[in-house]
């Protein structure tokens, strides 16, 4: 959920490199399209749709190989709905993010009776990371791309990260960084790479925690909101124990969304203690 976030952030902030980076073409009066296309099996935090010139790109960020509907008819029901309404050229992509052997990250085309759509797919680990590694809008998918030796480079995006001068820019994608990092590496090698003041510049870090947290309660997935409020915890006060742990498994879900807003000023396990005094009932 939070890599759905994420994701979104980085093509609707950046929508240049990224028309650059799939159509490798200069792009031309550029703009995010925000569609009413909510009927299912459309998901609105899984579409990203940039329209450059005559052309709308649509880029479909994918975690895990299987869903429901499966992705190939997800993408032919998206195209025939955008071009009913648009009328013009769409290229669709998909990107798989986590390195798997399921033959769903090879297949690019929907096919039954009569009907043949396709569609491209990039697989990040495939991808050569030099070319995301220079630029600042894809930095954070550098972590997932092709590496004989994953911590190296890891290191070498946060060496890129280091070089970026503004401080909120460079937290934003300091914030991308950890989420999409935490597909393939350990939380704690992340943790140690990452600087915790970094993190701090971001005005991303705090949304990406409630737009969580405000996902789980409307799908009803506690467990995706509880997931994303430990990993933060965590990397904030290091491990919690076992007792709080349960109190935090116990609370319900608007009590967790207030808990994810408040945990970003935490800055030791008594605030947490704290927090908990103060919303007994």
Same mark, same amino acid.
């Given at each position: ?9 980085? @093509?609707?902030?950046? +929508? ?49 190989? @299987?869903?429901?509907? +499966? ?10 709905? !955008? ?55 894809? !930095? ?19 060496? %890129? ?7 909120? %820019? ?10 999409? @990092? ?20 971001? #005005? ?8 969580? #947290? %405000? ?12 997931? !994303?409020?430990?990993?933060?915890? @965590?990397?904030?006060?290091?491990? #919690? ?10 609370? +319900? ?29």
């Amino acid at each position: 959920m939070a890599t759905d976030n994420i994701c979104k952030y980085l @093509a609707e902030q950046y +929508p240049a490199e990224f028309v650059l980076w799939l159509l490798e073409a200069e792009p031309t009066d550029i703009q995010v399209l925000k569609t009413e296309l909510s009927t299912e099996p459309i998901r609105a935090d899984s579409l990203t749709l940039l329209q450059t010139g005559n052309r709308i790109l649509h880029i479909e960020f994918q975690t895990l190989p @299987a869903s429901d509907p +499966p992705l190939p008819f997800r993408m032919l029901d998206y195209w025939v709905r !955008l071009y009913r309404q648009y009328r013009c050229p769409i290229e669709q992509v998909a990107i798989f993010l986590k390195s798997t052997t399921s033959e769903a990250v090879f297949t690019n085309q929907f096919t039954d009776t009569n009907t043949q759509h396709r569609y491209r797919v990039i697989r990040m680990w495939e991808q050569d990371p030099a070319f995301f590694l220079g630029n600042i809008a894809l !930095l954070p998918l550098a972590a997932l791309a092709r590496s004989d030796s994953p911590q190296t480079l890891l290191e070498q995006v946060v060496a %890129q990260l280091d070089m970026i001068e503004e401080p909120e %820019q460079r937290g934003n994608v300091a914030a991308c960084i950890e989420v999409l @990092a935490g597909l393939r590496f350990d939380e704690n090698l992340i943790r140690q790479l990452l600087r915790e003041e970094i993190m701090q510049e971001s #005005v991303t870090y705090q949304a990406i925690i409630r737009k969580g #947290v %405000q996902q789980g309660k409307q799908e009803g997935k506690k467990e995706e909101a509880l997931s !994303l409020i430990m990993r933060q915890l @965590a990397r904030r006060l290091g491990a #919690v124990d076992q007792q709080m742990q349960e109190r935090i498994q116990a609370l +319900p879900i608007a009590q967790l969304e207030e808990l994810g807003e408040a945990l970003l000023d935490f800055t030791a396990p008594t605030d947490l203690a704290v927090w908990f005094e103060e919303h007994q009932s």
